[in-house]
Nanobody, 121 residues
Framework: QVQLVESGGGLVQAGGSLRLSCAVSGRPFRLYSMGWFRQAPGKERQFVVDIRWSGGGTYYADSVKGRFTISRDYFKNMVYLQMNSLKPEDTAVYYC??????????????WGQGTQVTVSS
């Protein structure tokens, strides 16, 4: 059973920083990429950033470019999201997700339970 467990959310003032972590366990599959998504109250879930598991290539949503940084520890099966210069509009539940397979054509199949990030103005 694949499990993704996020941690590191919390309450922070605007301009502050948080670091989210995602632990991947029970990984019997080939992993193409890991991603972070978020969902604010009353809004649809949106893509934030992802990283190729092999090679480390990244892709960021425009709304977080220059402020957020994704990284992964290949050997520890961990993914991190460093969030700087946080804004109130970054407030959301943040989800870690995994896309199995060998190409970008697949979907994010495995999801964590989410961690709340609240940015006060």
């Amino acid at each position: 059973q694949v499990q993704l467990v996020e941690s590191g959310g919390g309450l922070v003032q605007a301009g502050g920083s948080l670091r989210l972590s995602c632990a991947v366990s029970g990984r019997p599959f080939r992993l193409y990429s890991m991603g972070w998504f978020r969902q604010a109250p009353g809004k649809e879930r949106q893509f934030v950033v992802d990283i190729r598991w092999s090679g480390g290539g990244t892709y960021y949503a425009d709304s977080v470019k220059g402020r957020f940084t994704i990284s992964r520890d290949y050997f520890k099966n961990m993914v991190y999201l460093q969030m700087n210069s946080l804004k109130p509009e970054d407030t959301a539940v943040y989800y870690c997700a995994a896309k199995p397979g060998t190409t970008s054509a697949g979907e994010y199949v495995y999801w964590g339970q989410g961690t709340q990030v609240t940015v006060s103005s």
